[in-house]
């Protein structure tokens, strides 16, 4: 009986010197590693912020095929996240969110792992280098103060490092041989006369393009419990009219209704939209590259000689969620003329 409890009391003492030794640990790591890729910066960096071709070349996202994933409202650039959840225990759950951008140059992403509060950064530094770019990938992980974490810090270097090895292997395959050579946006050119619409709108403002989609998402909200309170009917996908083409947007979401509400208030405002002629450009690709629509239009309008009436307005005829692809997403751009 006494041996048992002196080896209890070991085991204890033992526990507890790890502990102790634990706490004293760095609470912080940093593992970089490089490659050089034969492509311009502008083709990795272009890749780099494309969330959706991280499944081709993330080692971490190759571990379980049936991870559910879901993305924001963005999936290229700054502001563009999505989060998994996997029930296989080496992926679990987080999110990953690009923070940060230096065109062709240096890509910032937040990584938060499901249970804990600490954000891991990783960076990834672009160097020109002839007809090559030296890419660097570095995480910095954090453990915060437990010590038990602690102690998994000082095996990070050879947990992490071959990943970043593999991943960057695979990164730079892919780009060489032009598998991940980013798919042009669609587009179709051609003229209409737009519907007479009654719509519900909201007016509002976002100060960056990466808040456009969660202001556009709340306005959407609002509109539609108003809906849903007064048994309207949509009659046409949402719309949004853009005001500015550049930070701070003034934007004004919109949902066609088949009749005026029985009142308004608040933010919420009823209008009428008369039947016009317009350009359309039929745009399938993420809503961030829909700049180039805008191009399109403009070009169209000098072509033709035909001058701008009012402000373009996106209209959103799909469901992001219902494709595989953002390069499969319509989104229609209308621009009516005098």
Same mark, same amino acid.
């Given at each position: 009986?006494?041996?048992?409890?002196?080896?209890?009391?070991?085991?204890?003492?033992?526990?507890?010197?790890?502990?102790?030794?634990?706490?004293?640990?760095?609470? #912080?790591?940093?593992?970089?590693?490089?490659?050089?890729? =034969?492509?311009?910066?502008?083709?990795?960096?272009?890749?780099?912020?494309?969330?959706?071709?991280?499944?081709?070349?993330? &080692?971490?996202?190759?571990?379980?095929?049936?991870?559910?994933?879901?993305?924001?409202?963005?999936?290229?650039?700054?502001?563009?996240?999505? #989060?998994?959840? #996997?029930?296989?225990?080496?992926?679990? /759950?987080?999110?990953?969110?690009?923070?940060?951008?230096?065109?062709?140059?240096?890509?910032?992403?937040?990584?938060?792992?499901?249970?804990?509060?600490?954000?891991? =950064?990783?960076?990834?530094?672009?160097?020109?280098?002839?007809?090559?770019?030296?890419?660097?990938?570095?995480?910095?992980?954090?453990?915060?103060?437990?010590?038990?974490?602690?102690?998994?810090?000082?095996?990070?270097?050879?947990?992490?490092?071959?990943?970043?090895?593999?991943?960057?292997?695979?990164?730079?395959?892919?780009?060489?041989?032009?598998?991940?050579? $980013? &798919?042009?946006?669609?587009?179709?050119?051609?003229?209409?006369?737009?519907?007479?619409?009654?719509?519900?709108?909201?007016?509002? !403002?976002?100060?960056?393009?990466?808040?456009?989609?969660?202001? $556009?998402?709340?306005?959407?909200?609002?509109?539609?419990?108003?809906?849903?309170?007064?048994?309207?009917?949509?009659?046409?996908?949402?719309?949004?009219?853009? *005001?500015?083409?550049?930070?701070?947007?003034?934007?004004?979401?919109?949902?066609?209704?088949?009749?005026?509400?029985?009142?308004?208030?608040?933010?919420?405002?009823?209008?009428?939209?008369?039947?016009?002629?317009?350009?359309?450009?039929?745009? *399938?690709? &993420?809503?961030? /590259?829909?700049?180039?629509?805008?191009?399109?239009?403009?070009?169209?309008?000098?072509?033709?000689?035909?001058?701008?009436?009012?402000?373009? *307005?996106?209209?959103?005829?799909?469901?992001? !969620? !219902?494709?595989?692809?953002?390069?499969?997403?319509?989104?229609?751009?209308?621009? &009516?003329?005098?």
């Amino acid at each position: 009986m006494k041996r048992g409890i002196r080896i209890l009391i070991w085991i204890v003492a033992i526990i507890g010197l790890l502990l102790l030794i634990g706490a004293f640990l760095p609470g #912080s790591v940093t593992v970089s590693r490089s490659t050089s890729i =034969k492509a311009p910066a502008s083709t990795v960096y272009g890749v780099l912020t494309d969330l959706t071709t991280y499944d081709a070349w993330m &080692p971490w996202n190759q571990i379980d095929t049936n991870m559910k994933k879901t993305f924001g409202p963005l999936t290229k650039g700054k502001g563009a996240w999505y #989060s998994w959840s #996997s029930e296989n225990w080496k992926v679990g /759950e987080g999110k990953l969110e690009i923070s940060a951008v230096v065109p062709n140059q240096s890509i910032t992403t937040d990584l938060v792992f499901g249970g804990s509060d600490e954000i891991n =950064k990783a960076e990834w530094k672009l160097e020109p280098d002839g007809n090559e770019t030296k890419t660097t990938w570095t995480m910095h992980a954090h453990f915060g103060h437990n010590p038990i974490s602690r102690w998994f810090g000082l095996f990070a270097e050879s947990m992490i490092a071959p990943d970043f090895e593999k991943g960057l292997a695979q990164l730079k395959q892919k780009i060489e041989t032009g598998e991940l050579r $980013l &798919p042009e946006p669609k587009m179709m050119v051609e003229t209409i006369k737009t519907a007479p619409l009654q719509v519900l709108t909201i007016l509002d !403002t976002a100060a960056v393009q990466s808040d456009i989609g969660p202001v $556009l998402q709340k306005a959407y909200g609002e509109i539609g419990e108003l809906i849903n309170k007064d048994q309207l009917t949509f009659t046409s996908a949402p719309l949004a009219w853009f *005001y500015s083409n550049s930070a701070p947007y003034v934007l004004e979401a919109a949902i066609p209704v088949n009749k005026a509400p029985s009142t308004t208030s608040g933010r919420i405002k009823y209008k009428t939209v008369p039947a016009e002629n317009a350009v359309v450009v039929h745009f *399938y690709g &993420p809503y961030e /590259e829909t700049k180039l629509a805008y191009a399109k239009i403009q070009d169209w309008l000098k072509a033709n000689n035909k001058k701008a009436k009012g402000a373009p *307005y996106d209209v959103y005829m799909d469901d992001p !969620t !219902t494709k595989k692809s953002m390069y499969e997403v319509r989104t229609d751009i209308i621009q &009516p003329f005098e």
